[in-house]
């Protein structure tokens, strides 16, 4: 059994694990908004949205006592001080590829900018320029 005062953050993608760690919070953008749950939390299921997760360490007294992990959308359950994060996609800050990202920023900027570019291209390009900044933006907050 879990500890009152502690969560067990769980984030999972089709590949697999990608963090498994306890924390005494974890902050997230639901799609009605940001959310931050503590131990003890109510029961609640909500999806994500393309943002990242912001999951801080029990007992760390470190400057930055945080793990980031970008997501890009996703459900989140909480239950019994265990998060379940199933995200299509996930990163920790400290993995990811700032050139990639980086470059799949410029290539969707470059679609939005195409006149020619069609409806579909034009959505793909806004979910992946929103990932992209997302990525960009977590790299920011390596350990």
Do not use: W
């Not at 498994?20 to 931050?36: E, F, I, P, Y």
């Amino acid at each position: 059994m879990v500890n009152k005062k502690e969560l067990t953050v769980i984030v999972t993608t089709p590949e697999g694990k990608v963090y498994n760690h306890t924390s005494c919070a974890l902050t997230a953008q639901a799609v009605d908004g940001g959310l931050t749950i503590l131990p003890n939390h109510a029961p609640i299921m909500v999806p994500l949205k393309i943002s990242a997760l912001k999951s801080k360490r029990v007992d760390d007294q470190s400057d930055d006592p945080f793990d980031y992990i970008a997501i890009g959308g996703g459900i989140m359950e909480v239950r019994d001080n265990i998060i379940t994060i199933l995200a299509n996609v996930a990163e920790l800050a400290d993995d990811i590829d700032v050139t990639r990202a980086e470059r799949a920023k410029d290539n969707a900027e470059s679609v939005l900018k195409n006149k020619q570019a069609s409806k579909k291209d034009i959505d793909r390009a806004r979910i992946s320029l929103n990932k992209a900044i997302n990525r960009i933006s977590c790299s920011r907050h390596r350990h």
